[in-house]
């Protein structure tokens, strides 16, 4: 019975660095790392919204250039990007060149399996195409709004406005 009862003891001590050792991989690279790497940053990385809403915040200051924001989304996370669009309170209108405004792009990129669902990050831009304010991530799980925000806006772009 006490020889049971060591086996019993050392599977669960087993088991617990087991679950340690999972938890302490699966942790997202620091912030201070993925300054010096911005290409490693993705979403998956994160168990919550909140760490994930963070971490791009910590990541992407204000006046992050939207060509590094387009390498690490488009470019490192597969994401798509929307046409330049601006929000006037009870419309939205494409932004057309030249870009004369502050302006807002929706980048997402649906899961292979839904494609109502997926991930998404809203930008606003200055005219010299600089980040203004803190970018706005989710994840979207398919209720209706999702799909229309990017059929819309993926409708926009393929009509001769890429």
């Not at 168990?47 to 488009?74: C, G, P």
């Not at 991530?137 to 819309?152: C, D, E, H, I």
Request: proline share 3%.
């Amino acid at each position: 019975m006490k020889k049971l009862g060591k086996i019993a003891l050392g599977l669960c001590g087993i088991v617990i660095i087991g679950l340690v050792g999972l938890y302490v991989v699966n942790q997202p690279p620091s912030i201070k790392y993925l300054k010096e790497h911005p290409e490693e940053f993705r979403f998956e990385n994160y168990w919550s919204n909140n760490q994930a809403q963070t971490a791009i915040n910590e990541l992407f200051s204000t006046r992050t250039s939207k060509k590094d924001l387009d390498s690490v989304f488009i470019n490192g996370n597969g994401f798509k990007e929307s046409v330049p669009w601006i929000n006037t309170g009870t419309t939205t209108q494409v932004v057309k060149e030249p870009i004369t405004e502050d302006y807002n792009i929706f980048y997402f990129r649906a899961d292979k399996e839904n494609i109502r669902k997926g991930y998404f990050v809203i930008a606003v831009f200055t005219r010299d195409h600089s980040l203004k304010e803190n970018l706005i991530y989710g994840y979207a799980t398919g209720k209706g709004g999702f799909t229309f925000l990017v059929n819309m806006l993926v409708g926009a772009k393929g009509e001769g406005n890429e």
